[in-house]
C-alpha cells in the first residue's frame, strides 16, 4: 500500500480536460513540494511537473499541477492519444517512511 | 546531456545478493548538488524508493529495506551501486538509477534492468 493515495485509473476523451488526484499527509505533501512523473508503456518514468507546479523544459503547458494542503492535483488539459500513460505523485516524506515517496499511480485511459 | 544506465545480473538466485551498478555519462557525478537513487518497480506495481547517496558518500534508505541494503559511489568510475541483501522473490522488480537534483525532483532517469529472483 502506497503512502501517497491516487485513483487506480482515469479516462477521458481526446481534447477534455482530466485531473488526477494524489492525498496525502502532513508529513509529505502537507509540509513538501509534489513532483509528478509520466510513464509511457514499457519506459522509464519522466519528470513531469515538479515543486507543486513548474514544468521542466520540453513539458506541454497542457499539463499543471496544484497543490492544497495535504492533497494535490495533476491536470491535463487538451488530452491527446499520446496522453494514455501511468502517472505517477511523488513528495519527501519527514517521517520514518522515509525520504520519498510514491502515490500507487493512475493508468490514464484515452478513449 | 547526462544519462544514466544501469547494469548488472538480470537473475539472482534466493537469499543472495543482488548486485547494480549505475554509469553517468555525460557529467561528472562529482559536479551539482545531487544525490543518486535506486528506485525500483515490481512487473505491473507502482514505484518503490529505495535510497540514495550524496557524492560525500552520505546516504539515505528506505527504512522498510535499510537492513539489506547498501548504496556506494565511485567518482573515479562516475559510477554509483546498489547492493540488496538476502534478496527473495518478492525483490522481483526493474531496477531504476535516478539523480536526485537541485529541483528536488528525480529529473534523469536510466532506463532501467530487470532483476528476477529465481533458483
Known amino acids: 500500500q502506497s503512502v501517497l493515495t491516487q485513483p487506480p485509473s482515469a479516462s477521458g476523451t481526446p481534447g477534455q480536460r482530466v485531473t488526477i488526484s494524489c492525498s496525502g499527509s502532513s508529513s509529505n505533501i502537507g509540509s513538501n513540494t509534489v513532483n509528478w512523473y509520466q510513464q509511457l508503456p514499457g519506459t522509464a518514468p519522466k519528470l513531469l511537473i515538479y515543486?507543486?507546479?513548474q514544468r521542466p523544459s520540453g513539458v506541454p503547458d497542457r499539463f499543471s499541477g496544484s497543490k492544497s494542503g495535504t492533497s494535490a492535483s495533476l491536470a491535463i488539459s487538451g488530452l491527446q492519444s499520446e496522453d494514455e500513460a501511468d502517472y505517477y505523485c511523488a513528495a519527501w516524506d519527514d517521517s520514518l517512511n522515509g525520504p520519498w515517496v510514491f502515490g500507487g499511480g493512475t493508468k490514464l485511459t484515452v478513449l | 546531456q547526462v544519462q544514466l544506465q544501469e547494469s548488472g545480473p538480470g537473475l539472482v538466485k534466493p537469499s543472495q545478493t543482488l548486485s547494480l551498478t549505475c554509469t553517468v555519462s555525460g557529467g561528472s557525478i562529482s559536479s551539482g548538488s545531487y544525490y543518486w537513487s535506486w528506485i525500483r518497480q515490481p512487473a505491473g506495481k507502482g514505484l518503490e524508493w529505495i535510497g540514495r547517496?550524496?557524492?560525500?558518500?552520505?546516504?539515505n534508505y528506505n527504512p522498510s529495506l535499510k537492513s539489506r541494503v547498501t548504496i556506494s559511489v565511485d567518482t573515479s568510475k562516475n559510477q554509483f551501486s546498489l547492493k540488496l541483501s538476502s534478496v527473495t522473490a518478492a525483490d522481483t522488480a526493474v531496477y531504476y538509477c535516478?539523480?536526485?537534483?537541485?529541483?528536488?525532483?528525480?529529473?534523469?532517469w536510466g532506463q532501467g534492468t530487470m532483476v528476477t529472483v529465481s533458483s
Open positions: 535516478a539523480r536526485d537534483g537541485e529541483i528536488g525532483a528525480f529529473d534523469i
Open positions: 515543486s507543486n507546479n
Open positions: 547517496i550524496y557524492t560525500s558518500g552520505s546516504t
